[in-house]
Each structure stands twice: as structure tokens, then as C-alpha cells.
């Protein structure tokens, strides 16, 4: 088995699973000899908004201690194996291929026996926990798949820290429809006496994960508006005070862009406090963090900027066009727009469309795709018509770039399946469209 039937293969099970899925997860990591045991210390992290920042902002801050971190983000973002990284590089394709060819053995015996076959995230994430066994990290940053209760990833017994960054409307056909409901699902991930950090600002949601923590005996650190504030900020990043249980950590420097990334940073400052850093190694770890198609901006040779950001939900969305209007004032804005089929996409479109000059809208690269030419109707039918039809990827983001004039800000969002395909394009090293910002 190559990598490509490796994917090919994982693409190839059932998307998603709820309630069975640990009782499967759990039987797969059985046969595979429970290497979640074997990935050093846990942290594990879920909310509806900012959970991979504050993964990756985590991550920094342990490597930036010297450790050796493991990281389980997901969905990829531009090839499938960025998901599982060591020290920020990804695994090695001929590596997936190698532990998929372990685990199809095990699920094939599953199956036979009479067992339900497990899902794609199933077993990806069991395929993660071989991969950070394998590699003997001290520290994995475990990122939730969906929900928490009954995701694959919450088979772990004794993480050191858990964190729900917040909550909000999203994936409401399989968490619920209110903050409550998914909160409750969120709450899952609590485990006893273990303590867990939220960033929740919901009154009825953070009742609900108030009442959980109580259940489960765990200390609960909640980080609201008031722990962070916003000294300085640019296209370069931003200086921010961040409130931690030590108290003040002034004139911390972080690259990623937006006031909800300061928000996120104050989060995984308490996670990394309970994980016994020092103010040293959080300062350096967050100052050196790097967090691709979150808000990442990258410049064209005498064009305009780009902004990639995979904001897939109404509150990513909303604090991205926040976040433009506050780091780009007064510069028009070209929106290149490609969202999923089953998310909320008026609620995700209405405030970026507020800020475009203009807008093209193409199709991500998924089965669940969003069609490019119904998207633009139902910006029309949001009081935005013309918008440009391109359903390829690269060649709207093409056309956006050939359109824009140096003082304009190219934006690309609305999926990881749009902005993982953009990224790919733009940084193809043979079509020298843009450079990293610092690089030029």
C-alpha cells in the first residue's frame, strides 16, 4: 500500500460516527495495544471556535520548553498528513501508509468477528496515538474531532489538562441546537479531578459546564474578556497583557492576527500554567507560534495582500471581519468565498460580504460541498448580487488576485477545503504568486 491508497482508503470508510464511535475507537485501540497510553502527558482540547489555535498555541509554548510535542489537528489543511505532527513536521507519507496497512488488518478482523467498522476520524485518531507512541513524544495536544462526549479522541483516560475554548452554534445536527445542548456534549471531555480551562462566555453553556466540572471534581479555571487586553497591534501581529493564574504576563508578543487570537492566547496560557511551564517558555512559545490559514497573510509582488483564514462557522467569520476592518481600514477588500453544504453559510457570509468590494465564490474540495453558482445565489438573495462565479479553487483565487490593485486585500475563506487548496496554490514554489510575510 502506497500513500495515495492509504488516503484513498481512509477517505473510503464512513465519514462520521456518534455514540458508538468509542465503543469501536476503544476496540481498534485494543487490538492495536492502546498506544494512547503510550503518548506522555495529554492535553485535550475542544470548543466550538479556536480550539486549533489554542492547540497550536499550546504546542509552542511545551516545544518552547523543551519538550517533545505531539500535535492532532484536524480537518487537514493542505495535505492529509498535516494533521499528525512532531514538533511541528508532519508524518512522513510512507509512515501513514505503513500504519494504515497495520490497522486495516485489525479492522478487517473487527468486522468479521461481527464488530462495526470503524469511521475515518476513528481511525485516524487511533492511527495518531500509533504514530505519537511510536515517535515517544512527552506531550500530546490532542485536538476534538466533534463535540467531545462521544468523539474518537475522548477514549483517553487521564489526560493532564482539559479546555473548552467556547461555545457556539455549530454542527447542530449532531450536538443540538442550543449552546446548552452543546455544551453538554463539550463537557464530555472532563475527566475526574483533572482540571480543565474554558474560555466559555455563554451564561447557560457555562452553567452547564460549571455543573460538570462539579460532577467530575475538577478545578475550573474560566479566562473572560477581562484577562486579556490588547496593547499594539499590525499586520505583523500584536502585542497583548494576558491575565494568568501568577498573575500579569505584560507585553506579550504574538504574531497571529485579531482580538479573538488574544482571547485565544489568554486560554492557553492557564492550560499551559496547569501543565507546569514558566513564564519564560510561555512568552517564547507564543511569540514564536505558527498557525497556517488562521489569519495568515501573505504578500504578492506589487499586488495586494492575502488573507487566508478557514473561518467555517457564523462566530469565525464575524471575528474575521472584525479583524480586517481593524487591520486593513480603509483598504478595499476582494472576497474569494467557498463554504460546505451543511454549515449555516448566510450567517457566515452576511459580515464578510458587509466588507467586500467585490466577491468570487467557488467550491471547496469536498463531498460536502457548498455548489459555486448556489452560493452566489444566496448572496444575491442576501442583498449581494454579482457575485464572480469560479467553481476551481485556483482559478478564482486567480482571478481575485488579477483584479486587485496593490492597495486592496485579497480575502480567501469559508472552509479549510477552500483555503488549504488556496494556500496550495498561492505557495507552489514553480508559480511564485506570493511569499510568507517576513520573507520577503
Not at 72 to 98: C, I, K, N
Not at 192 to 197: G, L
Request: some cysteine; aromatic content about 6%; overall charge negative.
Amino acid at each position: 500500500m502506497d500513500y495515495a491508497e492509504a488516503v484513498g482508503y481512509l477517505h473510503g470508510l464512513q465519514r462520521l460516527g456518534v455514540k458508538l464511535g468509542l465503543e469501536r475507537t476503544q476496540e481498534l485501540l485494543r487490538r492495536a495495544g492502546r498506544p494512547d497510553r503510550k503518548c506522555g502527558r495529554i492535553v485535550h482540547i475542544t470548543g466550538t471556535s479556536g480550539k486549533g489555535s489554542v492547540a497550536a498555541l499550546v504546542e509552542s509554548g511545551l516545544r518552547a520548553a523543551g519538550h517533545r510535542v505531539g500535535l492532532y489537528t484536524s480537518p487537514s489543511l493542505e495535505r492529509f498528513t498535516d494533521r499528525f505532527q512532531v514538533d511541528r513536521v508532519d508524518m512522513a507519507g510512507a509512515e501513514l501508509a505503513e500504519l494504515v496497512g497495520v490497522l486495516r488488518g485489525h479492522i478487517d478482523a473487527m468486522v468479521a468477528e461481527g464488530h462495526e467498522q470503524p469511521t475515518e476520524f476513528e481511525v485516524t485518531t487511533v492511527l495518531g496515538f500509533l504514530y505519537y507512541a511510536r515517535h515517544q513524544v512527552d506531550w500530546l495536544v490532542l485536538e476534538v474531532g466533534v463535540g467531545g462526549r462521544y468523539d474518537a479522541t475522548n477514549v483517553i483516560d487521564n489526560p493532564a489538562v482539559t479546555c473548552i475554548t467556547n461555545i457556539g452554534l455549530d454542527h447542530t445536527d449532531w450536538l443540538g441546537s442550543t449552546e446548552e445542548k452543546i455544551a453538554w456534549e463539550k463537557a464530555g471531555i472532563m475527566k475526574p479531578a483533572v482540571p480543565c480551562v474554558t474560555g466559555t462566555e455563554h451564561p447557560g453553556a457555562l452553567d452547564v459546564i460549571r455543573a460538570e466540572a462539579e460532577a467530575q471534581n475538577a478545578v475550573l479555571a474560566e479566562v473572560g474578556r477581562g484577562d486579556y487586553r490588547v496593547a499594539l497591534f499590525g499586520p505583523e501581529g500584536q502585542v497583548v497583557d494576558l491575565l494568568g493564574a501568577r498573575g500579569w504576563y505584560r507585553g506579550v508578543r504574538l504574531p497571529l492576527l485579531g482580538e479573538h487570537q488574544a482571547q485565544n492566547a489568554a486560554i492557553a496560557l492557564r492550560v499551559l500554567e496547569l501543565c507546569g511551564l514558566k513564564e519564560e517558555a510561555i512568552r517564547a512559545g507564543f511569540t514564536a507560534v505558527s498557525w497556517p490559514g488562521r489569519m495568515e497573510l501573505l504578500s504578492t509582488a506589487g499586488g495586494p495582500l492575502v488573507l487566508l483564514d478557514a473561518a467555517h462557522n457564523p462566530a469565525k467569520c464575524r471575528a474575521l471581519a472584525e479583524a480586517v476592518g481593524q487591520y486593513f481600514p480603509g483598504r478595499p477588500v476582494s472576497l474569494v468565498l467557498g463554504a460546505l453544504a451543511d454549515k449555516n453559510v448566510a450567517e457566515m457570509a452576511r459580515p464578510l460580504l458587509e466588507l467586500a468590494e467585490r466577491t468570487w465564490v467557488t467550491t471547496p474540495e469536498s463531498p460536502r460541498q457548498l455548489a459555486a453558482g448556489r452560493l452566489a445565489e444566496l448572496c444575491a438573495e442576501l442583498g449581494y448580487p454579482g457575485a464572480a462565479v469560479e467553481p476551481g479553487v485556483a482559478a478564482a483565487v486567480d482571478a481575485a488576485l488579477a483584479a486587485a490593485g496593490p492597495s486592496h486585500v485579497v480575502v480567501i475563506t469559508g472552509s479549510f477545503y477552500t483555503v488549504g487548496p488556496a494556500r496550495r496554490h498561492l505557495l507552489d514554489p514553480t508559480a511564485k504568486k506570493v511569499v510568507l510575510r517576513g520573507q520577503e
